[in-house]
């Protein structure tokens, strides 16, 4: 029987992680995910200084050096958003990071829409955070996150607070559905740049690891004057992956970082379209695939789709289910699919991974394995986006989502 955590005697959450207590024991494992949290937080977590209003972001350029002088970005902001409602019946505090990150949020919007957040922010000379340029637009995913963590904030503390979550997460999906949808294909586009340039090349690229079917079903709850049109939205993304399952990801469930628009259909790119030369195979974007996909299965009781099942079964196969083999990198439009070209042991690749083998009976052994590698490596030797995912499934593994 899976695991299944009751609220109101109603299942909200079903996994199969069985294996997992069974082996380490609930008590264990959620010390296990606490000792993660806590090492994460004093990691990445910063208090804005002489400010008059407690504001505080996650630091997502300490172990990334490539960013520079950047500090954070919407995307960090959104994973915070969702982590701390989500640990704040471990941590006492969590309440109050979640408004300080949400008061950091609202200190800088984007120059296109207000109620989406700039994309990025640095320090600059004077040491003061202030936005990567002076017209800073969104990105979409670290909207819906940010949107995403309002609804649960609701759920789990009401509306008489500091913050109404509710009224403000809804101003969020509307700017989301009013800059950040293409209303022709219903897609969701990079950020609300896309629609706010008059003339450029991105109208009709979207990017696979904003499929989050399990963020748009919430929206449609709560944003219910555009309810059919994020059902089109829906129907969309489902369409995409359909035909693509059909295309190169047929045997192996992958896809690309980025699907574009060419004579009519949504495809996997052959050229660099925003970031690299592998825009259009299995990379740094879509690895977070396996979670945020799975997330739809395990909180809405969806069946498992033809790309998951997929998906799982090619990649214990691919790595001989050794979690370990698992590469930074897999080809989807740019060389055979699903020949590999990363390295080895990210966890940014291998943390989804956990996700997505909860949700299908027969994954005891693999679930085991992908959780031992996660827990062996210091968080020391990741990156904030590894740790990051890393969390973000240890939160589902443990049963605490």
């Not at 993660?36 to 804005?48: Q, T």
């Not at 500091?162 to 294909?185: F, H």
Request: hydrophobic share 35%; proline share 3%.
């Amino acid at each position: 029987m899976p695991f299944e955590k009751y609220t109101n005697k109603k299942v909200v959450f079903k996994i199969y992680n069985d294996s997992l207590i069974n082996l380490y024991s609930q008590t264990n494992l959620n010390l296990e995910l606490l000792s993660f949290y806590n090492d994460w937080k004093i990691r990445y977590l910063r208090a804005v200084e002489d400010s008059s209003t407690l504001k505080e972001y996650l630091f997502y350029s300490l172990d990334q050096p490539a960013f520079s002088n950047a500090v954070t970005c919407s995307e960090a902001m959104g994973y915070g958003m969702v982590i701390f409602p989500l640990m704040s019946k471990f941590d006492v505090s969590a309440k109050v990071h979640f408004a300080s990150l949400y008061n950091y949020i609202k200190s800088y919007p984007s120059i296109y829409n207000s109620n989406l957040m700039a994309w990025q922010q640095i320090k600059n000379s004077q040491g003061n955070i202030v936005n990567s340029e002076p017209e800073t637009s969104s990105a979409t995913d670290g909207d819906m996150d940010i949107s995403y963590g309002l609804l649960l904030a609701h759920k789990l503390w009401g509306e008489n607070d500091k913050i109404n979550y509710k009224d403000e997460a809804i101003k969020r999906i509307n700017a989301l559905m009013d800059s950040c949808v293409n209303k022709r294909d219903y897609i969701l586009t990079l950020g609300d740049w896309v629609l706010g340039i008059k003339d450029n090349n991105f109208k009709y690229v979207t990017r696979s690891s904003d499929f989050l079917l399990y963020h748009i079903r919430e929206f449609i709850k709560y944003d219910t004057k555009n309810s059919d049109q994020w059902n089109l939205v829906i129907k969309t993304i489902n369409f995409i992956i359909s035909e693509q399952m059909k295309r190169q990801s047929k045997h192996n469930g992958l896809m690309p970082d980025f699907f574009i628009r060419a004579n009519g259909r949504y495809i996997a790119p052959k050229v660099k379209v925003l970031e690299t030369i592998h825009d259009g195979d299995y990379y740094f974007n879509s690895c977070r695939i396996p979670l945020r996909y799975s997330m739809d299965v395990i909180l809405n009781n969806t069946p498992v789709t033809n790309e998951l099942h997929t998906l799982n079964n090619w990649i214990k196969k691919e790595t001989s289910s050794n979690p370990e083999n698992i590469k930074s990198g897999y080809y989807i439009a740019n060389d055979y699919p699903g020949k590999s070209f990363g390295y080895a042991n990210n966890l940014s690749f291998i943390a989804p991974f956990l996700v997505s083998s909860l949700i299908e009976k027969g994954n005891d052994d693999w679930t085991i394995s992908l959780w031992n590698t996660l827990i062996n490596k210091p968080i020391t030797k990741c990156t904030f986006y590894e740790n990051t995912l890393k969390l973000m499934a240890m939160i589902v593994a443990t049963g605490n989502w």
